[in-house]
């Protein structure tokens, strides 16, 4: 199965800093099928993107993603107080689907 | 608009069988996949398996392969996730989500469920 790493495990930023998340494969995701979660405490995930690169509906366009193969990142431009969570990858390319681990983004 | 309703968590013993269901609306069942992913406490999130659009198959994680069967009613527009076999470690909370394929674009607020003697 494919395993992601995500890096770093937690994030102390301020309300307005860039966010970058790193997610790593260990084999190449194909077709760049990874996608991109939130989860807030108490919520369930949300999803945020799709195909590395495409955002979900109603996703503000501070939120990017962008990567292929093996090495994929998160970018949350301006950070906004609503956006301090954990964000997690998923590739959907090859059964079993797996997750990362999670990036905390906590304010700092 | 879409609503994912989870029920049937709770408390069971290891070795011991429950049922989750997850009532949709705002969409049809049989026009999407749709996958259970689990998270346990504190944790991060585990993919279950997923039932593809059409009901003729499933995908699941090796961890529950044999033990967990998904299934659906679409006279009720409700998905299940018949669970046997439960050991400890499948204490979690147990979404259910509405896939775009593969992806799983909306999400139930999930039910508990606690394996424990």
């Known amino acids: 199965e494919i395993v992601l790493t995500q890096s770093p495990g937690t994030l102390s930023l301020s309300p307005g800093e860039r966010a970058t998340l790193s997610c790593r494969a260990t084999e190449s995701v194909t077709k760049n099928y990874l996608a991109w979660y939130q989860q807030k405490p108490g919520q369930a995930p949300r999803l945020l993107i799709y195909g590395a690169s495409s955002r979900a509906i109603g996703i503000p366009d501070r939120f990017s993603g962008s990567g292929s193969g093996t090495d994929f990142t998160l970018t949350i431009s301006r950070l906004e107080p609503e956006d301090f969570a954990v964000y997690y990858c998923q590739q959907t390319a090859h059964s079993p689907l797996t997750f990362g681990g999670g990036t905390r983004v906590e304010m700092k | 608009q879409v609503q994912l309703v989870e029920s049937g968590g709770g408390v069971v013993q290891p070795g011991g069988s429950l049922k989750l269901s997850c009532e949709a609306s705002?969409?049809?069942?049989?026009?999407?996949?749709m996958h259970w992913v689990r998270q346990t406490p504190g944790k991060g999130l585990e993919w279950v398996g997923v039932l593809q659009k059409d009901g003729s198959e499933q995908y699941s994680a090796e961890s529950v392969k044999g033990r967990f069967t998904i299934s659906r009613d679409l006279s009720k527009n409700t998905l299940h996730l018949e669970m046997n076999s439960l050991r400890p470690e499948d204490t979690a909370v147990y979404y259910c989500?509405?896939?775009?394929?593969?992806?799983?674009?909306?999400w139930g607020q999930g039910t508990l469920v606690s394996v424990s003697s």
């Open positions: 989500a509405r896939g775009a394929g593969w992806v799983a674009a909306s």
């Open positions: 705002g969409f049809s069942l049989n026009n999407n996949f």
